[in-house]
C-alpha cells in the first residue's frame, strides 16, 4: 500500500531532491491507479445488469436531465412541470438542487462538442463513478493537508472503495450524493488549506466550491454548521489566528450570497435556523479579532481594564442578539427548522410527528451491522486515527476530528447520512494505517541500518550515521513545517511567535521516535496488510453483490437458474403505449418519479414529497373502500391506478408492505381513517383475522384481485407467508387492465360512471354481465413466452 | 426510451402471420360493410343527431293499424319504421357491431320473449350505445318490460294486476264505474319536453302506473297522476293500502342517460291509439269539454325530444387566448388576462340553431373553480367571457357543464397549466426597497474609499 515516501532515509541533499522527485511522480501514478479503481469498482452495476437508471430519485434527475439538454438552462430554471403533482403542479427550477443536472449537462454539452456522440443516459449513468475518483483525489488533498503525503494516500485509496460510498455512487446511481461527497470533501480541504496558509485565494476558491456544494445537495448545512463549530473550537481552545479568521470571514460572506442565489434555498441562506450558527460565529469571530487587535497595541495593563469593557459590552449586545434570534425562531410555528433538520437532533421526532419522513426506509437509524457493512474495518481502525490525530493537534487535525465526531453522531440518526461519516472514517484510517506504517517501517529499516551498520564495522568503517538517521528525519520534517507556515507569517508578524512554540514543542515530542522490535514490527506489518486485504475483498463483495443492484430489474437465484424480473419496465411500458398522453395515473408516491419519467404520464403524488396534503389524499383512497376511494381518484381526474404487489414472487417491498404507512399518512390529514380500524389487536394481517376495514380497502382488493387464480384456490401470499383473508371478490368501480408477468405490477382503470341510475326493483337476472370480464384474455396473455417476446432494447442516442 | 420491438407482438393470437392477414383480411370486410352501411343509410350522426331509422316492435299487426296516426306522423316527420312482430325470428339491433337502427319502439307490452338476438341485455347496450327508446307497458306488462325499465330507473308497480284507479280525475265519457280510464293533466313545466305550445286538453290515461327513485337524477316525470290516484286491482277489494299513492304515481316518464340517449317509459299502451287520439275527454269534476283529447299532442311532442328533434345541444369551437391575442398558449401565466369562448347549437330537426341562453357559465377549475363567470352572449350561438387568471399556479381546466331540464347535457372540460412568473418577468427594482439599494450602495462606496486612503494615504 502506499509507503511514506517522504520518510524515506536520505543521505545527502541532491538524493533526497531526486528521492522527492521521484516520490511526487510515484504519488501522482498511485493517485491516477486510486482513480481508475475508484471508477470500475463502480462498474459491476453495469456488467452484471445493464448501463441503466437506478432506483426512484435518479430516474428523476434523468428527466431533469434530459429537459436541461432539450432546452437550455434559463428553460430549466424557469421549468414548470405540469405533469406531475396533478393538478399541482410542480415549478422544478426553484424547487430543486441543480448542481447534479447542470454537471451532467455540461459533461454532455462538452462531449458533444468534441463530436462524442454519448446518449444523456451514458453520461448520466456514469456521473457517478467519474465523481468519486474525484471525491478519492479531494480526501487525498485534504489528508495531506491534515498528515502529509503519506496518510492521503492511504485515505484515498480507502475512499475510493469504501462500501458506503459505493452503496450511493455505483454506475447509473445518479443522485445528488453523487457530486455532493466529492464537493463536501473539496470544500472541506479547501479551508483546512486556507486554515493552514492563511490565502485568500484559497478562501475564495472555498466560497465557490461551497456554492457547487449547495448547488448540490441539502447535505450543505453540515458543511456551514461543522465550520462554524470548528472556528468556536479554535477560539475558545485559544487558537485564534488571523489564518482562522481568513479562512471563516469570507466564506461566510461570500458563501452565503453565492448559496442565496441558488433558487432552491433563496431566502433560506439567511432565514432558517440552520444557517443561524454560521452568522453567530462570524459575530463572535470579530469580536476575538477585535480583542486581539486591541490586545496588540494596548500595554498589557491597558488591555486588561479594555478587555473587561470589551467582555462587558460584547456579552450585552450577544445577549441582545440571541434575544432577538430566539424571538425570531420562536414565532415560527416549526421553531423554524425543517422536518428533516429536527430529526437529526431529536431522531424520534420524525416517527412521532411526520409519518412521511419515518417512511422512508433511509431516513431509519441504521442497525449495528449495517455500520460494519459500510465501513468494515475502518470502524477499527478510526479511533486510531483520532489517537494519532491528537500528536500533535493542528487546526487541520482538529478539524478532522472534529467532523468525525459529528458525522458520527448524524449517522447514529440517520442511515442515509452514514455517506456522510464514510468520508471521515477513510481520513482517520488513512492517518492511522499511515502512521501505523510509518512506525512499523521505520523499526525494520532501523533494523537494516543497524544490521548493515554491523556489518561495516566489521568492515572497520565506523560512521555513527544511523543512529541519526530518524533524527535527520524529523529535522526535515521541522523543516518543512517551518517553510510551510513561513509564508502566512511573513505577512503577519504578531503570529510569528505562536509558530515557533509549536514546531519546538512537537520536536521535543519526536525527537525519539518509536521503534519496535523487527518481529513484532513484520508481523503487525503482515497483520496490517492482512486487514487492508480483508478491506479490499469486502469492499470488493459489497460493490459486486450487495450495492449494485438497479431495482428497477430485480433478479433471483434458485436451482433452475437466474430469473430476471422486468416487470416495471413492462409496466412503465405498456402505460406509455396504451394510454392517452394526459391521462393520470394514481400510485403511491414511491413509483411517482418512475412513472413521469418512464411511462410519461401525469402522475398525482411523486417521490419529492412536497405535499403532505395530496400524499394523505392518495393515502386515503387506497385505504378506503373501492366507491370512496373512485370518488376521489375520479375528483383528481385519475384515469389508471398502478400497485405493487409481491405477493406471487415474494417481492416484499411492495405496497401492502408499505400499506400501513398509506393509512398513517392518510389518517394524518383525514381523520376518518384509523389505523386501529386495519390492525387485528395490535397486529398488521391480511389472513382470514384480517379487519373487514382492511379487506374492505382499496388497496387490498387491487392487490389480491383474481389472485386465487394463481394457486389453484388457495391464494397463498409468499411475502405475509399466509393465505389471504378474503378469495373470491369482484371490482364494481375499478377494472384491471394490465398485470404484468410475475404479478408485480397491477394496473387498474376507473370505471365510468354508470350510464343509467337502475332503479330499487329487483335485480334482473340477464344484466348481471354487462361488463366484459377482462380476466380471460389476461390470463392468457401471461401464458405467452414472456420473456422472448419482449427482449427490450435500449437507445443510446 | 424504451422500444418494444413490435406493438403486436404482445399479442399471442397475432403471432402467426397467417392469422395476421386473415385478421387484416377480415377487419376490410368490416371496414368496407360500415362504410356501405353508411353511405346507405342517413344513420344518426354528431352532425345530424335525429333518429332515422325506427324498428317498431308489436305484440300484434293489429296495433299498426290501431296506432297508425301515431306512426304515421312519425313517418311524415321523416322516420323510417321498420315494424315487426316481437316474435319475429330475425330481429337484430346490430349487424358486425354496427347497429341497424337508431330508435326503437317497444309496443309490446305481453312479449315474454323476444325473437331472434334480442334480450334485455341487448336493448340495454343499445341504450348505452346512445340510442332512443320508447316502451309501452299495459296493465299486464311482461316481466321483460319491467326489467327494462328497471334497469332504467322506473319501477312498474310490483302486483301484476295493479292499475291506476283515480276516482277524482277519471274522464268521464269512458266512465264504467272502475275509474280507470284516467284524465291527467298533470304535465312536467318544461318547453324542451313538451313544446311550447301548452296542452290544454287532458290526456286519456289506462294501465298502470310507476314510481321514480327521488335521488335518481336521470328520470323525469312528463305526467303524473292526480294526488287522488292509487294504483290497485279495480277487480278486488283493497284489503291492504295500494303502494303506489297520489302524485307520487307517475303514468309517463322520461330517462336521459349519461350518454344523452332519451327513453320514454309509458304505463299505458293505449295512450298512443288512434282511439285515445280521437276521442273526446271531459274529466270528472269539470265543466271543461273538449272535443279532442291532448294525446297527439303530448304524444307527438314527446316524440320530437325522444327522436333529439329538440333540446340536443352541441358546444363547438372552443376557444382561449390571451387579451390582445388570437393564437391559443399552451400555457398561461399566472395573471395573464384570457379571452375564453364558445359557440352553441341547438338541432332543431333538420339544422343547428343558435342556443340563446343567459346562464351559460364558464368554469376556471383546479380542484375547485377558481373562476366561475356567466358567460355572455352574441345570441347568434358564441358565449364568450374574459377573466383574470388567478395568482395561483397549476393544471387548470377551462369548464363547462352545462346542465338544464330535458336538454342533453353539456361537459367541456380543456386541460391548461398556468406557470408562475419567469426569473425575468419580476420587477428589476422595487421602489419600497430604495432604502436598502441605497444603503448597500453606499456601504460599498464608503469601503472602496477607506480601502483606497488607507492602502494609499502617506
Known sequence: ?797 | MFKVPTLLGSDPTLKNPKTKTMAKFSIAIVFTSISLLIALTHSFSIEKPTDRRILVLLDDLALKSSHSIFFNSLQARGFELDFKLSDDPKIALQRYGQHLYDGLVLFTPTTERFGGSLDVAAILDFVDSGKDLIVAADASASDLIRNIAAECGVDFDEDPSAVVIDHGSYAVSGSEGDHTLIAADDFIQSDVLLGSTIIKAPVLFKGIGHSLNPANSLVLKVLSASPSAYSANPKSKLSTPPSLTGSSISLVSVVQARNNARVVFSGSLDLFSNKFFKSPVQKAGSSNKYAKSGNEQFVTELSKWVFHERGHLKAVNVRHHRVGETDEPAIYRINDDLQYSVEIYEWSGSSWEPYIANDVQIQFYMMSPYVLKTMSTNKKGLYHASFKVPDVYGVFQFKVEYQRLGYTSLSLAKQIPVRPFRHNEYERFIPTAFPYYGASFSTMAAFFIFSFVYLYSK
Open chain 1, 1 to 797: 500500500m502506499a509507503v511514506p515516501v517522504d520518510h524515506l532515509t536520505k543521505q545527502t541533499p541532491a538524493s533526497s531532491t531526486l528521492r522527492l522527485a521521484f516520490g511526487n511522480v510515484l504519488a501522482f501514478f498511485i493517485l491516477l491507479l486510486i482513480g481508475v479503481l475508484a471508477f470500475s469498482i463502480r462498474l459491476f452495476s453495469v456488467i452484471k445488469y445493464e448501463s441503466v437508471i437506478h432506483e426512484f430519485d435518479p430516474y428523476f434527475n434523468y428527466r431533469v436531465t434530459q429537459f436541461l439538454t432539450k432546452n437550455g438552462i434559463y428553460d430549466f430554471w424557469n421549468w414548470f412541470d405540469d405533469r406531475t403533482w396533478y393538478p399541482l403542479g410542480r415549478v422544478i427550477g426553484g424547487t430543486v438542487y441543480p448542481g447534479l443536472t447542470l454537471t451532467a449537462g455540461t459533461i454532455w454539452k462538452v462531449l458533444q462538442s468534441f463530436n462524442i456522440p454519448l446518449s444523456v443516459e451514458t453520461v448520466c449513468v456514469f456521473t457517478a463513478p467519474v465523481f468519486s475518483a474525484f471525491a478519492a483525489w479531494a480526501t487525498y488533498l485534504l489528508t495531506k493537508e491534515v498528515k502529509g503525503t503519506g496518510a492521503g494516500l492511504t485515505a484515498a485509496v480507502l475512499l475510493a472503495m469504501v462500501p458506503s460510498y459505493i452503496s450511493r455512487s455505483v454506475a447509473g446511481s445518479y443522485d445528488n450524493e453523487a457530486v455532493a461527497i466529492f464537493a463536501l470533501i473539496f470544500t472541506f480541504y479547501l479551508y483546512v488549506k486556507t486554515l493552514n496558509t492563511g490565502s485568500l485565494f484559497y478562501a475564495t476558491l472555498n466560497s465557490i466550491s461551497y456554492f457547487y456544494m449547495v448547488c448540490s445537495w441539502g447535505g450543505y448545512t453540515f458543511i456551514i454548521n461543522l465550520i462554524p463549530m470548528h472556528v468556536l473550537l479554535c477560539i475558545v481552545t485559544g487558537r485564534y489566528s488571523s489564518r482562522l479568521y481568513i479562512a471563516y470571514a469570507p466564506l461566510v460572506v461570500l458563501g452565503t450570497l453565492l448559496a442565496a442565489l441558488v433558487p432552491v434555498v433563496g431566502f433560506n441562506a439567511v432565514m432558517t435556523s440552520e444557517h443561524f450558527a454560521s452568522f453567530l460565529v462570524f459575530i463572535v469571530i470579530h469580536v476575538v479579532a477585535l480583542a486581539y487587535y486591541i490586545k496588540g497595541i494596548l500595554s498589557p495593563k491597558m488591555f486588561k481594564v479594555a478587555a473587561t469593557l470589551v467582555v462587558s459590552v460584547g456579552l450585552v449586545i450577544c445577549c441582545a442578539v440571541v434575544a432577538v434570534l430566539v424571538a425570531v425562531v420562536a414565532s415560527s410555528p416549526t421553531k423554524g427548522w425543517s422536518g428533516r433538520s429536527l430529526s437529526l437532533l431529536d431522531p424520534t421526532y420524525a416517527s412521532k410527528y411526520i409519518p412521511i419522513i419515518a417512511s422512508v426506509s433511509e431516513h431509519q437509524p441504521p442497525t449495528w451491522p449495517s455500520y460494519f457493512m459500510d465501513l468494515n474495518v475502518l470502524a477499527f481502525l478510526v479511533p486510531a486515527g483520532i489517537i494519532a490525530c491528537f500528536a500533535p493537534l493542528s487546526d487541520a487535525s482538529s478539524f478532522v476530528i472534529l467532523y468525525l465526531v459529528m458525522s458520527v453522531y448524524f449517522s447514529g440518526v440517520m442511515v442515509r447520512l452514514m455517506l456522510v461519516l464514510a468520508p471521515a472514517a477513510c481520513i482517520m484510517s488513512g492517518i492511522a494505517l499511515s502512521e501505523a506504517f510509518d512506525v512499523l517501517t521505520r523499526s525494520i529499516k532501523f533494523y537494516i541500518s543497524n544490521l548493515s551498520e554491523s556489518l561495516q564495522i566489521d568492515a572497520g568503517d565506523s560512521v555513527p550515521a544511523n543512529n541519526v538517521s530518524p533524527q535527520n528525519e524529523v529535522l526535515k520534517n521541522e523543516k518543512k513545517e517551518d517553510t510551510l507556515k513561513e509564508r502566512p507569517s511573513r505577512k503577519n508578524k504578531k503570529k510569528e511567535k505562536e509558530n515557533i512554540e509549536k514546531p519546538s514543542v512537537k520536536s521535543k515530542t519526536e525527537k525519539r521516535p518509536l521503534v519496535l522490535p523487527v518481529e513484532a514490527s513484520f508481523f503487525a506489518l503482515f497483520l496490517t496488510v492482512l486487514l487492508g486485504g480483508f478491506y479490499v475483498v469486502h469492499s470488493v463483495w459489497a460493490a459486486a453483490e450487495a450495492y449494485s443492484a438497479p431495482s428497477i430489474v430485480l433478479t433471483s437465484h434458485s436451482h433452475d437458474g437466474l430469473h430476471v424480473f422486468d416487470d416495471f419496465r413492462e409496466a412503465y411500458a405498456w402505460l406509455s403505449h396504451n394510454t392517452e398522453v394526459d391521462d393520470k395515473v394514481a400510485s403511491w408516491w414511491d413509483y411517482g418519479y418512475q412513472t413521469t419519467a418512464m411511462a410519461n404520464r401525469t402522475v398525482i403524488v411523486d417521490n419529492n414529497t412536497w405535499n403532505n396534503t395530496h400524499i394523505a389524499t392518495v393515502g386515503t383512497a387506497m385505504s378506503s373502500p373501492e366507491k370512496a376511494a373512485w370518488e376521489i381518484f375520479n375528483s383528481l381526474d385519475v384515469k389508471y391506478v398502478l400497485v405493487v404487489f409481491g405477493g406471487l414472487v415474494g417481492y416484499p417491498s411492495d405496497d401492502i408492505n408499505k400499506f400501513l404507512w398509506m393509512v398513517r399518512i392518510g389518517g394524518g390529514v383525514f381523520p376518518h381513517i384509523k389505523e386501529p380500524d386495519y390492525l387485528r389487536d395490535g397486529q398488521y394481517r391480511i389472513d382470514s383475522q384480517a379487519t373487514p376495514t382492511m379487506l374492505n380497502s382499496l388497496m387490498y382488493k387491487l392487490s389480491y384481485f383474481r389472485f386465487v387464480e394463481t394457486d389453484g384456490g388457495k391464494g397463498y401470499d409468499r411475502v405475509r407467508r399466509t393465505e389471504i383473508g378474503k378469495k373470491h371478490f369482484k371490482l364494481t368501480h375499478f377494472e384491471e387492465v394490465f398485470t404484468t408477468h410475475h404479478w408485480m405490477v397491477r394496473i387498474y382503470k376507473l370505471k365510468p360512471q354508470r350510464n343509467r341510475i337502475r332503479g330499487k326493483a329487483k335485480k334482473s337476472k340477464s344484466a348481471k354481465n354487462q361488463n366484459p370480464e377482462i380476466g380471460h384474455s389476461l390470463s392468457k396473455r401471461s401464458t405467452g413466452s414472456w420473456l422472448t417476446e419482449s427482449g427490450w432494447s435500449y437507445g443510446f442516442g
